[in-house]
């Protein structure tokens, strides 16, 4: 195995310091000399540990046409990511232990990232049987993590069953909180003044927040984990903050676009940015970056969410819903929250590494840039800025929705246990 010495990176907190990473961990931190070894020039880069995505929807099986584990893989690592969680709600669904081996070993084969199945909550998705909880955290793939997310687990019985059942083996339930009586199914926006106006049919964010309120109160009854997947409103940050403030396990996630586009990218019908939760007003996007740096929210993820452009490119009401993340998060964090001074690169690290490795329970991922660990590196030019294509993506689709924005930082180079998957933006197959 290659050498790698990473050559006078920003350590956070340990200024410029050089890193020599060989047989998969790091095994040298300060000033080192004369080994040999191929140089990585970090010269202005910020090393951060490997990121890791708890919200990544990767397409196969089934609609390869969007996204594969290859190409999704390739996007996690040029966006610095060197672990995803990938969601459920493929056809077939991951409601087995089989289906969740599968996701696992095509991830392990195409070796760009580690690719960590999450495994649905109730059987297909349908909301009425659980699926098989236990198999899946007893397999191969280890399964700790639990969603239903596209659809929200909305049957308080089964949600409470389904926290009980996790907490036996220390698991997580991650919920897309949408009341379905709230949310009408031809919604396709945020409801407010705005809708109206376009003549688009929304729905409330309190349809968000009734979850949000039910399923934190079931984690104190539980006393199991609830996990907030794409927190969208002011509302729910308020009452994750007071469970938090009652010693409630709950923790929350925000995507990059809710923290970064409001309703208003809606004036033009454009259906790139229709999205489930809906992008909202700006007052909510205030409160969610607020939270974040406050540590209220825990974590970003991407809810990268690739749709081929037969399913994307319609009129806005009747577009699939989603759209990418893996390869912009990093600059979009960076952008709205680092250079304006809301976020340290250590806050960066705990939200998009260290903390959402410890609610998914990967114990090789998210650990110190620090002697003996494993070499997961992300390397980031935190100056450079980037008018963003997306027919640069190495994401199969194209609802990308900074197209044309220009964007700060930039990804260098990605090491997954000391191999480079990423490196100088090119990556590494
Ligand atoms: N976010 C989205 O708008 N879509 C997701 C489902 C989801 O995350 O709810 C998808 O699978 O396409
Ligand atoms: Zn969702
Ligand atoms: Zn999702």
Redesign the pocket.
């Known amino acids: 195995m290659t050498t790698y010495l990473i050559k006078g990176a920003d350590l956070l907190g340990a200024g410029r310091q050089d890193l020599l990473v060989t047989d998969g961990v790091i095994a040298e931190v300060g000033t080192v000399t004369a080994v040999d070894a191929t140089v990585i020039d970090a010269d202005g880069l910020v090393a951060l540990p490997g990121l890791v995505d708890l919200?990544t929807?990767l397409r196969e099986p089934g609609r390869e046409d969007a996204e594969t584990v290859a190409t999704g893989s390739a996007a996690a690592a040029a966006g610095g990511f060197t672990a995803v969680l990938a969601?459920a709600?493929t056809s077939p669904v991951t409601d087995t232990a089989e289906a969740a081996e599968r996701v696992f070993d095509l991830g392990r084969s195409c070796g760009l990232v580690d690719v960590q199945p999450i495994g649905a909550v109730s059987k297909g998705l349908a909301g009425e049987e659980l699926a098989e909880l236990g198999l899946m955290a007893r397999s191969r793939a280890a399964v700790r993590v639990f969603s239903d997310?596209?659809k929200c687990v909305h049957d308080a019985r089964l949600m409470r069953r389904a926290l009980e059942y996790v907490k036996t083996f220390g698991g997580v339930v991650s919920q897309?909180a949408q009341e379905p009586r709230l949310a009408d199914s031809s919604a396709c926006c945020h409801e407010g003044e705005l809708s109206g106006r376009l003549g688009l049919p929304g729905w409330p964010g309190v349809a968000e927040e009734v979850i949000v309120a039910r399923d934190v109160m079931l984690a104190r009854h539980t006393g199991s984990r609830v996990h907030i997947?794409?927190v969208s409103t002011a509302g729910s940050v308020e009452v994750v903050r007071w469970a938090k403030s009652q010693g409630i396990a709950v923790t929350a996630e925000v995507t990059p676009h809710h923290l970064m586009l409001d309703t208003t990218r809606l004036t033009d019908y454009d259906p790139t940015f229709k999205v489930?939760p809906p992008l909202r007003p700006a007052e909510d996007i205030a409160e969610l970056r607020k939270a974040l740096a406050d540590g209220t929210i825990d974590a970003v993820a991407t809810?990268h969410?690739p749709h081929a452009r037969h399913d994307k490119e319609h009129a806005f009401a009747e577009a699939a819903f989603?759209m990418l993340g893996l390869e912009q998060a990093l600059q979009v964090v960076n952008t709205v929250m680092v250079q304006p001074g809301l976020m340290s690169w250590e806050q960066v690290a705990a939200a998009m590494s260290t903390t959402p490795a410890r609610i998914a329970g990967l114990t090789g991922h998210g650990r110190p840039l620090a002697l003996g660990e494993p070499a997961n590196i992300t390397l980031i030019d935190p100056s450079a800025t980037v008018e963003v294509d997306r027919a640069d993506s190495r994401s199969l689709s194209r609802n990308n929705p900074w197209h044309d924005m220009t964007l700060t930082g930039r990804v260098h180079s990605t090491l997954l246990r000391g191999r480079p998957t990423l490196l100088d933006q090119e990556v590494q197959q």
Request: avoid cysteine; aromatic fraction near 0%.
């Open positions: 919200h929807h969601m709600n997310d596209g897309h997947a794409h489930n809810d969410a989603g």
